[in-house]
Nanobody, 124 residues
Framework: QLQASGGGLVQAGGSLRLSCVASGRTFSSYATGWFRQAPGKEREFVAAISWTGGSTVYADSVKGRFTISGGNAKSTVYLQMNSLKPEDTAVYYC???????????????????WGQGTQVTVSS
């Protein structure tokens, strides 16, 4: 199972750190991704980290503001979100990809396990 937490209400320019805790399976060897979904919009990729922690990838919209960390066989992956904007408002989900791909995938359907989501609201 994956459990996402750390969401909340924050003013624009503020920061939040999301956590994704894995339990019950050998997620330590899986890549982890963060996705988000705003009302009326499709789920979109935010960031991903390889199971070793040595490789990361970000959506252009969050590059330079968000940092994903963890991996390296750790059971918790974090998403540090700085300089938050109102357009970052969404439900954030973490997901695990059990295939050791050469390149981290940004496609939601490539991920095999999903957490329940945590709401992030950024006020202007």
């Amino acid at each position: 199972q994956l459990q996402a937490s750390g969401g909340g209400l924050v003013q624009a320019g503020g920061s939040l750190r999301l956590s994704c805790v894995a339990s019950g399976r050998t997620f330590s060897s899986y890549a982890t991704g963060w996705f988000r979904q705003a009302p009326g919009k499709e789920r979109e990729f935010v960031a991903a980290i390889s199971w070793t922690g040595g490789s990361t990838v970000y959506a252009d919209s969050v590059k330079g503001r968000f940092t994903i960390s963890g991996g390296n066989a750790k059971s918790t992956v974090y998403l540090q979100m700085n300089s938050l904007k109102p357009e970052d408002t969404a439900v954030y989900y973490c997901a695990a990809d059990k295939w050791r791909r050469v390149i981290l995938t940004r496609v939601p359907s490539d991920y095999d396990y999903w957490g329940q989501g945590t709401q992030v609201t950024v006020s202007s």
